[in-house]
């Protein structure tokens, strides 16, 4: 499915110097937004694949700001706004959810591998200290630096694990907690063919639809 950019994105500073970055993108019909193929056992539907790839990339490099938009407009289908928004929820909320158990499973993984590399390290060293002790004049200095090395090696990379390695992990799940709870509103786009049919159809909708109920549109 493709997606275009319609104005870019933009970030601007409201009361408070908070900062906010709206994504506006167009579509024909809003049903492009939803994944065609949907292989989900739930009646509702799923937000489109490639859909939620472009809304990520966009939205990836905007951390910074405090709140994220996202304007979808569309000449077709803007009574599906309501759907839209709860998929794009439901999609995000499940990836986060998955980031959080990786991050957990990299979490656990990182403790057993300490654990692991610890007993290489006293091993190492008891090592080390015994062939001192028997050899008359110690061990080689080969010997003697390689159990060296071999000890602190056990360690450094069970030690980076646990210390650096949730990291981004836990920048792709705070990303995708954020893309779930953004706003999302969806309007009329009058460039398109079929624009003056769905903004006088009656539906309500007018020139903007905002998808959370009881929202102004953005």
Known sequence: MALS??????????????????????????????????????????????????????????????RWRLRVHASEGVALAADLRSAIARYYQRLANSARHRQREQMRLAQLSLLGGAAIFLLSMSVRELLASLLAHGSSWLIDEGLMILAWLALWRPTESLVYGWVPSFRQRRLYERLAAMRVSVRVDVSLPGAARASSAGDGFGAAHDARPGTDPV
């Open 5 to 66: 950019p319609k104005s870019g994105v933009k970030v601007r500073r409201g009361r408070g110097g908070a900062t906010t970055a709206t994504v506006s993108i167009r579509v024909r019909n809003l049903t492009q937004m939803f994944n065609s193929l949907d292989p989900s056992p739930f009646w509702d539907r799923d937000l489109d694949p490639h859909a939620a790839e472009f809304i990520e990339e966009e939205f990836s490099d905007k951390r910074a700001a405090q």
